[in-house]
């Protein structure tokens, strides 16, 4: 499959450098796809993966990945002027100065990515974790679980299988609208990894009583 990752920062390079070894095509949208920074990371994802600019890298794949930070999240949306039914995969958490949501009661981030970005079918993943879990969903011999939420199944599917295949458990946790509930669970992750100091190796699990 061929898949565009905007953004060329920690979750860039830990889903760009997954997918590639499972035989994924990647190209990542950058700002500058020549500089020094962005020719590194090709260089340790593999000779499959290539660097474009955002519009060109959008254009080229079937799957986008935003994963840039969240004041650059609606210019590069709306930079797109039809996302063309494109599967618009948002790993963005919108938050403020202040380390605090800049949504969540009446709207998230993702509702905001699906407003902005017309056309696209927006799944919200890989918000809820750390990249160092992204690289490695194992935690001994359990699965890590990856919540995704979305309004088009045949999309979900899509983003499940590439969840599972990094060795991710998927939760389905409904509608786009339950971003709003996804959203708050990646700050309880940052609160329990940054400010109550358990490191950024810790993920959440889904536990299913057989
Ligand atoms: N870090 C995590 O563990 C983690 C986990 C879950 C979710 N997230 C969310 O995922 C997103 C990316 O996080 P990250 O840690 O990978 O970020 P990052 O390393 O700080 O930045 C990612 C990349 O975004 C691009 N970028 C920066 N500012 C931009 C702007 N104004 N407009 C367009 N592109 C811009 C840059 O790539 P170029 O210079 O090549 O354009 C940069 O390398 C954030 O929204 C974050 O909240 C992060």
Known sequence: MKIAIIG???VGQALGSGWAQQGHDI???SRDPQSEKVQALLAEVGETAVA???PEAV???EVVVL???WSG???TAES???WGGKLLIDATNPIAPGFTLAFGKDVSGAEMVAHWA???RVVKAFNTTGAETMSHPRYGDQSSTMFIAGDDPAAKQTVTRLAEALGFDVADVGALQTARYLEPLAMVWIHLAMVQGNGRHIAFKLLRRE
Do not use: E, L, R
Request: hydrophobic letters at 60%.
């Open 8 to 10: 060329t920062g920690n």
């Open 67 to 69: 994963a840039i930070p």
């Open 118 to 120: 017309k056309g696209a």
């Open 80 to 82: 797109i002027a039809d």
């Open 52 to 54: 474009a600019a955002i």
């Open 73 to 75: 999240v609606q210019n």
């Open 27 to 29: 190209v990542f949208g």
């Open 59 to 61: 254009a080229a794949a």
